[in-house]
Every structure is written in C-alpha cells, then in structure tokens.
DNA sequence: CTGAAAGCGCTTACAG
DNA sequence: CTGAAAGCGCTTACAG
C-alpha cells in the first residue's frame, strides 16, 4: 500500500494474520501449507504489492544466491566483445539459466575502486584465461566456494581445457602438406615482455604451465620439424591483444615485405589474427590462397561466414561453458575435462 | 584457523577482543578508529583467513549490493553472440567497473526453472531491447528499483535511443542517388506474426513504439518516395533472428531470382542481415556493388574489418551502454537521451 | 497444518 | 577513538 517502501514479508504475514512462516513457506514450499491458505496469502501479497522474498535477504539466510561468477582474465570490455570469450559465457549462461541460477561477470584485473569485493555473493566461481596466481588466492575468490578454471589450471582446482598441442599440430601439419617457400608464425601473448612484433632471440617464452599458446607453438614446431622445416629458422611475430586493432599493425608490417621475402604461409594462433591477415591481404590485392595462405585457430563464425572460409582449429568455447557451468551446479562431478577439436579446412589454406 | 568454514567477522573481534563495530570500520571506514588498530585488526583477518564481510550480510545490512542487473529481452545465448548486445554490455561494464559494481544478467524470459528471482538483489535495472509491457511489470522488476530501459520506452523510464528514422533515411537517401532498378528491403522482426520470408500484404506491421525497426522502414521509405519510388513497389523480406543461420535461407531465396528480377539494392534493417547477404552474394560469384549494392545497419565491427567494406550507419552501442549505466548510478540525471548516429559509406554501396 | 523464535553476518547510529 | 546493541528480511528446525 505504503507507495514509498517495499512491504516486507514480515508486514505481509501481520495483515493475514499468519505467521512469517507460513508467508515463506507459501512462496517457497508449497507442500508444507494447505492450499487454501497459500491462495489466501499469494492474493493478498498481489494485493500489497509484494514480489515475494527478497533475495538479499533470503541468501543470507540459505547461504545461498543463486548467482554463479565468471571471473575474467582479461577486461569485461575485451571480453565482451571476443567471439571465443562470448561463445564460452553463452555456454555458461545456457545452463545456470536452465537451472535458476543467474551469471555474474567480474574481472579479473578487479578496478581498484572496488569495494571490499561485491564477489562474495555468488556461490561458485568459474575462472577464464591466465590468471597471475596471485589473483587467485586473492581476495577475489573466497576460500570454501566451488571454482572451475578454464584454459588454465590453478593448483588444487578441476580445469576445462582444449588439446592445443595435437590440435596445433594438424593443422600445420595440414597445411604444410603442400610445402610453403617462407612459413612463418603469428602468435598470441607468448613472450614474458609485451611484444607486439617479431620475436626475437632476447624475448623469454612463456613456459606452457602459464599460457596455452606456448602448447599451440610445439604443435606447430613438431610439424615443422616432421615435414623437414627447421623450426628455428621459421620467423615468428607476436600480438598482445586479440583484436584488429592490435593485430593490424603487426600484420601490415609482415605484408609490407617485398614479394620475395613475404611469407606465402601463416600460421596464426586465432582466428582474430589470421582473419586481420586475411583482410589486410586482400586490400591489397594478393591472391589467397595462391600468394598467402593463412591458418587460424578457434573456428569462430566470422571466419566461416566469410569467402574464402578460414582454415582453422574449432573449438567449441560453448562447450566448454556449459561443461564448466555443470561443475559449478553439482551436476557432473568436478574433473578435469578435455574438450575435442575439430580441423576445419577452408579456402584460406585448402 | 578452521578449515571447514569460513569465519566471520564476529569471531574475528571476539579474537582480538575488540568490538565488531572497529572490525566493520577497519575494512570499511579506515577514518573511524586509529591507524594502530586498524593495522592490528587487518593483520589477524590475514592470518586467520578472513576475506573480509561477507557480501551477502552487507547488502542485507545496508540495503544496496552494487550489483546492477542488466535484463535482456532476448535470450543470454542470443545476446552474448550479437555484436551490438555485446558492445552494449561491454560499455555498460566499463562504466560499472570503474565504479565498484558488478553485472547481473538477466534474460528477460526468466526460465520456469528460475525459483523467486535472484533479481531483488540488484540495485539497479537496465533492460535492453523490447520488452513485452508485462514483463516490465513482472517479478522481474522489483518496484522501487531505478532503471534505465534501452531501445525501448516503458511507461514512466528514461530511455537511451539512437535517432533510427533519420539514419535510415539518410542511407537509404545515399544509396538512391546511383537510382536502382530493383531496390529491395530487409527488414528485422517487423511483423506482428513471426515471418521469415517475403513481407506481403496479409501480414501487419508492429507500430513505432514497439519496435525501432518500424521507425527504420519508415525512414527507408521517405527517401524512396523523394527519389520518385513508390515505398509500396518496393519488395520487402522479414527476418525474424538476427543471426546467419536465420538469415542465410531468406536471402538465399532472393538471390534465387532469375538476373531480370534478382534486386540490384538491398537496404537491410541489420549488419548481421547485410554481411549475411555479402558472405551469399560473393559465394555465388556476384561482383558487389556492381550486381548488387548492399547497405546494413549498426556498424559492427565485422562489417568494417573486411573488403569490401559495409556501407552502414555506425550507432554507438558502447556510448548507449555508457550513458545507462550512468544514469543507473547516478553519475547522470535521468532523462530521455538520444545517442548520434553516423552515416558509413564502405565498397558494398559507394 | 500452523506458529513462535532463533539467527544468518553484517553496519550504523549512539553513548561513552 | 571505541564498544554495546539493534535490526536489515528472511528461513528453518521445532513444538504444538
């Protein structure tokens, strides 16, 4: 009635004239009052204006929230807008949705305005990409709660991962069926210093403990080394961001060598970075795949949707959520999992 | 010390002999007790694995969770693998972020499944796309509750729109000055009954307030009536999801037709619908803009990053998620906004 | 089938 | 600068 605050339930129940409990039991657990009277508090709560129990108040009574983290390595902002990254929320999201759970987002990088961490809430945490380990001790994820990693394996938890070495493997293997004149590699945050550019002997690599590019680079050198290509004279450039913008000029660099010195085969680390090569190569005017032919990694839709179609690695990212996303429930015991890949040949690298 | 629960914030001033009044304060107000204290207190948290409170009991306590729920008509699956949904959540987030608080999301058809919503735990609303008027009324949306809508207007909200009737036809104006023989549109979820295929004269139009696109078709067709064109000529084909499987068969249709009557102009409601028809057209071997000019809608990334490139209207979805997630906490007074559009003219409609 | 009572873990005036 | 106490809005054994 009261135009200004919500009733609570405790005000609802002194109107009927019935006890707080019968009120939650009417909302909650049906079974435990008789029809009539549940009838008589649900139409009186419509009545007032009552939505039923409020959820702040009712986990902290139950200890539970309903609410399952997604704890993001990289920002929300570049999260948000990576197809792989977005795939593997919508995995998430599709089963806490079917099991009245809602999904929170966090990231990693927590902003330093944050107040002592909202994170506490959810009653589980799944964690995505390379965390620092330190994060992961850290405040943001409290001790006792259920926490799935994926692409990544934090001691003492269950990870959900990809083959990335045998997977990395086909499909340089394929592609070096028909043998290239100047292979080279693009890969993704492998150096220990940011490098945007060529990798050279000064840069450290990551070991493959602490990212998953580190395992696509051995698949892709054993192939190399098995079709008779030695993989130390196989030039490799890096990028530190997974987005056009940052591929671009790194890309244009690589294209920018004369006709004789430009790499006619690049194996690239996904399907964002060979999908910039493959762009900013027919903008000017080369021939894909007779002059370049590029692989990815990922298999996301824009590289199919395309002509020529990427030849790349699929992955289902959505999979992996929802696989993720059953841990976290209870659903499926808490393992770690390995997701298939799939070779995709498109014209890209046929 | 235990290991089997987490300890409280009680236990922790009974340990240290200390009121629970100076425990709240060292974590939360640092100016209401001495710095010699404070340090003591946050010294026996750490070893004694104390996190800091518990957010559930806060956000009971206090009222607010700084969690901000973001409520989407479509599915989560649907909306985390659109790029305009995607841009529009990831400028929200950024805005968040930098201010302490955290993303809900929320599908606006809540699952059966879904016990009494976990949704009275946010502390604002911001719905996106449009919403069946019962549903804003619904559970979904505690009362007393700000929100902002986007794209949508509900009765007594502030909304975030883009100016979509004069952006339509400042493209659709562009395109008409090379005069087509065949124009064409392709239009998004503009029939009351769901329609994927041609738009005839037995299916009705949803009006203006309850779908952006209908502002769109009536922007296309004041520039198709100043250019000499009788709007009611002019073929038009629905889609009803805004993705490429739903897309590919309706267009493959169209460009089905014998060359005389294949459309030479194809003015779509959507990026998505645009690319879609791009990725088909070339695939059959039709020279684009020559056979067959295209213009979309939204300027999505994808649409730029590839050649030739989408002529669109680039809407900030970024900018609209922004503003929202102000005016949610507060930054900004609430009102009406309107977020510019910008006319993009790439190789598909030069 | 129904109700009285305890307590989830905090924060916040308020008094000292 | 510090502490005792009330209470945020619920749910859940438990007793009747």
């Given at each position: 009635?009261?135009?200004s605050?919500?009733?609570?339930l405790?005000?609802?129940?002194?109107?009927?004239?019935?006890?707080?409990?019968?009120?939650?039991n009417?909302?909650?657990?049906?079974?435990?009052?008789?029809?009539?009277?549940?009838?008589?508090?649900?139409?009186?709560?419509?009545?007032?204006?009552y939505?039923?129990?409020?959820?702040?108040?009712?986990?902290l009574?139950?200890?539970?929230?309903?609410?399952?983290?997604?704890?993001?390595?990289?920002?929300?902002?570049?999260?948000?807008?990576?197809?792989?990254?977005?795939?593997?929320?919508?995995?998430?999201?599709?089963?806490?949705?079917?099991?009245?759970?809602?999904?929170?987002?966090?990231?990693?990088?927590?902003?330093?305005?944050?107040?002592?961490?909202?994170?506490?809430?959810?009653?589980?945490?799944?964690?995505?990409?390379?965390?620092?380990?330190?994060?992961?001790?850290?405040?943001d994820?409290?001790?006792?709660?259920?926490?799935?990693?994926?692409?990544?394996?934090?001691?003492?938890?269950?990870?959900?991962?990809?083959?990335?070495?045998?997977?990395?493997?086909?499909?340089?293997?394929?592609?070096?069926?028909?043998?290239?004149?100047?292979?080279?590699?693009?890969?993704l945050?492998?150096?220990?210093?940011?490098?945007?550019?060529?990798?050279?002997?000064?840069?450290?690599?990551?070991?493959?403990?602490?990212t998953?590019?580190?395992?696509?680079?051995?698949?892709?050198?054993?192939a190399?080394?098995?079709?008779?290509?030695?993989?130390?004279?196989?030039?490799?450039?890096?990028?530190?961001?997974?987005t056009?913008?940052v591929?671009?000029?790194?890309?244009?660099?690589?294209?920018?060598?004369?006709?004789?010195?430009?790499?006619?085969?690049?194996?690239?680390?996904?399907?964002?970075?060979?999908?910039?090569?493959?762009?900013?190569?027919?903008?000017?005017?080369?021939?894909?795949?007779e002059?370049?032919?590029?692989?990815g990694?990922?298999?996301?839709?824009?590289g199919q949707?395309?002509?020529?179609?990427?030849?790349?690695?699929?992955?289902?990212?959505?999979?992996?959520?929802?696989?993720?996303?059953?841990?976290?429930?209870?659903?499926?015991?808490s393992?770690?999992?390995?997701?298939?890949?799939?070779?995709?040949?498109?014209?890209?690298?046929?």
């Open positions: 009635m009261s135009s605050r919500r009733i609570t405790k005000e609802l129940a002194r109107h009927l004239g019935v006890s707080t409990a019968s009120v939650s009417a909302f909650n657990r049906p079974d435990q009052l008789s029809h009539a009277l549940r009838e008589r508090i649900l139409a009186e709560a419509r009545r007032l204006g939505r039923g129990p409020d959820a702040k108040a009712r986990s009574r139950t200890g539970r929230s309903q609410i399952v983290a997604v704890l993001l390595a990289e920002s929300l902002t570049y999260s948000l807008n990576d197809a792989v990254a977005s795939e593997l929320l919508s995995g998430i999201a599709e089963v806490l949705d079917a099991h009245g759970h809602t999904l929170l987002l966090l990231s990693g990088r927590q902003n330093a305005a944050q107040v002592p961490g909202s994170s506490s809430i959810a009653d589980g945490f799944i964690a995505y990409g390379l965390m620092p380990p330190s994060l992961m001790v850290s405040a994820v409290p001790a006792q709660r259920p926490l799935v990693a994926v692409d990544f394996s934090p001691e003492g938890y269950p990870a959900v991962h990809i083959d990335n070495e045998p997977a990395s493997y086909a499909i340089a293997d394929h592609a070096l069926k028909s043998p290239p004149l100047r292979p080279a590699i693009i890969s945050r492998l150096t220990e210093q940011p490098c945007n550019g060529r990798v050279t002997e000064a840069h450290t690599q990551l070991p493959p403990e602490q998953i590019t580190r395992s696509r680079l051995i698949g892709f050198h054993r190399l080394a098995e079709h008779g290509i030695d993989p130390a004279g196989v030039p490799m450039w890096n990028i530190e961001e997974n056009f913008e591929c671009a000029p790194v890309i244009e660099a690589i294209l920018d060598s004369p006709d004789d010195e430009r790499p006619d085969l690049l194996l690239c680390m996904s399907d964002r970075i060979a999908l910039t090569a493959l762009t900013l190569a027919e903008r000017r005017g080369l021939r894909i795949p002059d370049l032919r590029i692989t990694f990922d298999g996301i839709a824009e949707y395309r002509a020529p179609r990427l030849t790349t690695v699929r992955q289902d990212s959505t999979e992996k959520g929802r696989i993720a996303a059953r841990m976290i429930l209870g659903l499926t015991p393992a770690d999992s390995l997701v298939a890949t799939e070779l995709m040949i498109g014209e890209s690298c046929p």
